[in-house]
């Protein structure tokens, strides 16, 4: 069962910056495909990166250019860095992980962290 735990979340000013990280463990981060997503109050969760199919990384129009996704797999921990906040940025954010096989990814199950608020004051 893979396990997922992020950290990094806090408080910081428009324009600031934060680093996300999603620890994997019960498993290896070579061995899922895994995405950032974020749910601000009142609104549906949407996907903000993700490394997908082949490891190939995508990202919302909204950060892209500004929150590159990585991966240290000497640690089993892919990040999130979050560069020119913004206060719609204001939103808790989740890591979600999928099993790779072949290099695809298995959508039927997902592994969900617990969550880290990130709050942009403007």
């Known amino acids: 069962q893979v396990q997922l735990v992020e950290s990094g979340g806090g408080w910081v000013q428009a324009g600031g910056s934060l680093k996300l990280s999603c620890a994997v463990s019960g498993g290896t981060s070579s061995n899922v495909c895994l995405a950032w997503f974020r749910q601000a109050p009142g609104k549906e969760r949407e996907v903000v990166a993700r490394f997908g199919h082949y490891a190939s990384a995508s990202y919302a129009d909204s950060v892209k250019g500004r929150f590159p996704i990585s991966q240290v797999r000497a640690n089993n921990t892919f990040y999130l860095q979050m560069n020119s906040l913004k206060p719609e940025g204001t939103a808790m954010y989740f890591c979600?992980?999928?099993?790779?096989?072949?290099?695809?990814?298995?959508?039927?199950?997902?592994?969900w962290g617990q969550g880290t608020q990130v709050t942009v004051s403007s």
């Open positions: 979600a992980a999928n099993p790779r096989i072949d290099g695809l990814c298995w959508m039927k199950t997902t592994y």
